[in-house]
């Protein structure tokens, strides 16, 4: 049977060790107020997620700007005039585990609406295969991507088409197919054991690619 990791914590930490791959990974730390303010004044818009859990859930995006602050949660924004008040309410919202914090990417879009993309690979007794790379376009009005979550599915080559046409396509699925190879290699020497993988990038809009996250247990 497959290994399985659901720390979210980890298994960044775990390719963080390896420049070929950190230069791929968004900013990454532990969900506090000291982190989050730190974050927010560097980037200005950050996602917080659960430690372990998949789906989309829990996954709230904040941001600041112009003095203000305020977080999105499903197709909810709130805004406050102080950090202090935002941070008070996000706890309350948020859900009652662990969280990261995850430099905020701004995606490319379709209509507006962001996509990225998953890679999916298995090993087999020839070694690790390609199961598949297709796009996920967000439901209207989320962040989140997630099929759970009323995402649409495309075909990889589309999904580029469609949100960086300027981009040569046939390369940037190379580019993304090449540096799954590069991680897989990487969790397994981390984790000996697992045998599927399921890799979500985004992709910037000037086609720059950045490890979102990594599953063991890929739907």
């Not at 602050?69 to 709130?78: A, D, I, L, N, S």
């Amino acid at each position: 049977m497959s290994r399985q990791l659901a720390s979210k914590w980890r298994k960044t930490a775990a390719l963080m060790k390896y420049p070929v791959a950190a230069a791929h990974i968004p900013q990454t730390k532990v969900f506090n107020p000291g982190n989050l303010l730190y974050m927010l004044q560097r980037y200005g818009m950050v996602y917080i997620k659960p430690v372990v859990g998949g789906g989309g859930y829990g996954v709230i995006r904040v941001s600041s700007s112009g003095g203000a602050f305020r977080y999105t949660h499903m197709k909810v924004t709130r805004s406050f005039a102080s950090f202090t008040k935002m941070y008070r309410s996000l706890v309350r919202v948020k859900a009652k585990r662990r969280y990261i914090i995850q430099q905020g990417i701004h995606l490319a879009t379709i209509h507006g609406r962001p996509v990225d993309y998953r890679v999916k690979v298995v090993k087999t007794g020839q070694g690790w295969v390609f199961r598949s790379l297709v796009g996920r376009l967000a439901r209207p009005g989320l962040c989140v991507t997630n099929l759970s979550k009323g995402g649409t599915m495309l075909s990889g080559k589309r999904a580029l088409a469609l949100s960086l046409p300027h981009i040569a396509n046939r390369y940037k699925r190379q580019e993304m197919r090449s540096l799954t190879l590069t991680c897989t290699h990487i969790m397994e020497s981390q984790f000996p054991g697992i045998g599927q993988l399921g890799f979500d990038y985004g992709l910037d809009h000037s086609g720059r690619i950045w490890i979102l996250e990594v599953n063991t247990r890929p739907q």
